[in-house]
């Protein structure tokens, strides 16, 4: 049994060979789909999500080659390793299979030893890759953080996966998080006090206004005048 269980897809025009690896596989804990030619290969690819594929050489109409020469031309399939598989023993055809992209070279009748190691090593790399992709990922979501304190828009909750991680990574996160929330904070202290700034700057300036026009000789002028309305005996 694999200690690891994978998603596996099995491409072999030959029925008792694609019944055979199947079973071998789903004996090791391993999630099997099987298909006959290179296009419905392709086609499985496209529409599921697979750990490892285990391509046949020879077949008819799209070989294995040329269905390599496809999953390697594509950028989201790519990163899926492939084991070319083939009672092929010419060295030509291993080093052809290596400079199409293939991760690993099985001959045929299968040993299964080998097979199993053969798989571990694809998993091991596969699993590799994919937290290198991951730590990339999470990268961007700390600079995209960067530039969102920048424009203002900054959300904690959007580097919570981030800081979950248990590495540098994670307390750069952490560390990102807090200093954001405090420069937030002072942002918003800032901008109430600039507020009531403005508050005390009106009001002073309209006392001084009030100031300059009731110094004004025609504002005098109208005080005594009224001044002198209300003494008048009536």
């Known amino acids: 049994m694999s200690e690891v269980s994978a998603s596996i897809l099995v491409v072999d025009d030959d029925q008792i060979n694609r019944m055979v690896l ?8 391993h999630r099997v789909t099987a298909v006959e030619d290179g296009g419905s290969a392709l086609e499985a690819l496209r529409d599921g999500r697979f750990d490892v594929v285990l391509l046949d050489v020879l077949m008819p ?5 040329e269905t390599l020469a496809q999953i390697e031309r594509n950028e989201k399939l790519r990163h899926v390793p492939v084991i070319m598989v083939s009672a092929l023993e010419d060295i030509e055809s ?3 299979c290596i400079e199409l992209g293939a991760a690993d070279y099985l001959p045929k009748p299968f040993d299964p030893v080998l097979l199993r190691a053969r798989i571990n090593g694809c998993l091991t790399k596969k699993r590799l890759h994919d937290l290198e992709l991951e730590y990339i990922e999470q990268v961007g979501h700390v600079v995209d953080a960067a530039t969102a304190v920048e424009n203002g828009s900054f959300t904690a ?29 002072r942002e918003q202290a800032l901008k109430q006090e600039v507020a009531q700034l403005r508050i005390e700057i009106d009001a002073g300036r309209a006392a001084t206004q009030l100031a300059e026009i009731t110094e004004t000789d025609y504002f005098q002028d109208l005080l005594r005048k009224a001044h002198e309305l209300r003494e008048r005996p009536e």
């Not at 959007?158 to 200093?179: C, E, K, N």
């Open 61 to 65: 109409e799209l070989d294995g080659y």
């Open 22 to 29: 199947a079973h071998d596989l789903e004996q090791e804990g």
């Open 94 to 96: 291993v080093v052809r």
């Open 157 to 185: 909750e959007s580097l919570d996966a981030v800081a979950a991680r248990d590495d540098a990574l994670g307390r750069l996160a952490r560390v990102f998080r807090r200093m954001a929330r405090e420069v937030t904070a």
